[in-house]
């Protein structure tokens, strides 16, 4: 399908669309983010979003907020409308009972059941349809929904906190607190918008970490844990669920002792029970495979080394969050974000595209996309 940038007043709309549908981010698993704006003329006559997974799509939120007729007025919507029902019905029949005349969308659903088949039933039934307008900004928005589609797992966001000297404790563990307490506000808003978190037993042995998002109007997300032999007490906090309505699931092998397992379950800690490779590991596949049967389109995974290095060497980190605190700690012993095999060359060096750079004082976060591609060398002034 050929797609069309649009005029500038139709970019304009559909921006409004994509910051709409952005205040749900977080909250609408396993459905896309998705905005709507409904216009006529250059007057809005209706706003909606998808809020959650079970309400209103962004479409049918808008024709809702409406308070006029809406024959021949144009929607601008971020993601094409679906066209099959799920847990609500079709919005290409709420759409064309409204009478709208013209439907502008950003990007089309790359979900089989719907992928330009709810563009088609418009178009058939009369309706004026541009696709691509603003498809970068659209696609972007929903890179999490478009890697669990066409994956089949996860958008797996790796964070992680560091000295200068690229250190994320000393040689004896201690890694309280390494940046700033700006910077780690800046982590819970992370928590807040991602549908999963996932550690691994280092992380909850050495840290005690609750795991949860501690900002005002902040969720939860799904706890993860790899834990292959349930080597982590059941009384860490992470495994109070007193303290959270988020659910906490432990990723565990075949050899996880069975008087754990009950202890566990008792708690109403759920177990997920995972592959192993020929070391007794869980497989950085097995664990994304599990986090995937939940429905989940992302996971903030905030270490360790060697769960962080294990998804690296597997390819399947799209996504980097580093935080680096002026400080340093030195020690040849003293642990570094990322451990597993790593790469021999440079030139196989994973890379940060476009980095952002935030000032979080006295710390910086640069974070972006991750890629495996070479980077010409510079050459040596």
């Not at 997974?53 to 939120?61: K, L, N, P, R």
């Not at 696709?131 to 696609?139: K, M, Q, Y």
């Not at 799904?222 to 309505?245: G, M």
Request: charged share 25%.
């Amino acid at each position: 399908m050929e797609l069309q940038k649009g005029s500038p007043r139709d970019q304009r709309f559909m921006a409004e669309a994509i910051e709409l549908a952005r205040r749900a981010t977080g909250r609408t698993h396993p459905n896309p983010l998705v905005g709507c704006v409904i216009v006529r003329g250059d007057s809005v006559v209706g706003r909606g979003y998808h809020a959650r997974a079970g309400t209103d799509h962004g479409e049918v939120a808008a024709i809702k907020d409406a308070d006029c007729d809406l024959t021949g007025c144009d929607l601008y919507v971020n993601h094409e409308p679906c066209c099959h029902v799920g847990r609500t019905p079709p919005c290409t029949d709420a759409i064309l009972k409204a009478g709208i005349g013209r439907v502008i969308v950003g990007t089309i659903d790359p979900d089989p059941r719907v992928s330009g088949k709810g563009l088609e039933i418009l178009r058939e039934a009369g309706v004026e349809v541009l696709c691509g307008v603003l498809e970068e900004e659209s696609r972007r928005l929903n890179t999490p929904f478009f890697t669990y589609i066409n994956h089949h797992r996860p958008f797996v966001a790796a964070k992680w906190a560091m000295s200068l000297d690229g250190k994320i404790a000393t040689h004896k563990g201690d890694s309280a607190w390494i940046t700033s307490e700006d910077a780690r506000l800046r982590v819970h808003h992370l928590r807040n918008t991602h549908d999963a978190i996932l550690v691994g037993t280092s992380t909850v042995l050495g840290d005690n970490p609750r795991l949860t998002c501690r900002i005002e109007g902040g969720r939860d997300p799904v706890r993860f844990v790899v834990d292959a032999r349930l080597q982590a007490p059941p009384d860490h906090k992470i495994f109070n669920l007193s303290e959270s309505r988020a659910s906490t699931i432990v990723l565990t092998g075949p050899d996880a002792p069975d008087d754990r397992r009950r202890q566990l379950l008792d708690q109403g800690v759920l177990l997920s029970e995972v592959e192993v490779d020929d070391r007794g590991w869980l497989t950085s596949r097995g664990i994304l495979d599990a986090i995937y049967e939940h429905q989940l389109t992302s996971v903030l995974v905030e270490g360790g080394g060697a769960l962080l290095g294990s998804l690296f060497d597997a390819g399947l980190v799209d996504y980097a969050y580093a935080f680096i605190a002026p400080r340093l700690i030195g020690g040849a012993h003293a642990p570094t974000p990322l451990d597993g095999r790593g790469i021999s060359a440079i030139s196989e060096s994973f890379f940060i595209e476009e980095p952002t750079v935030e000032s979080l004082p006295p710390d910086l976060l640069i974070h972006g996309y991750v890629s495996q591609k070479s980077h010409a060398s510079v050459e040596a002034l």
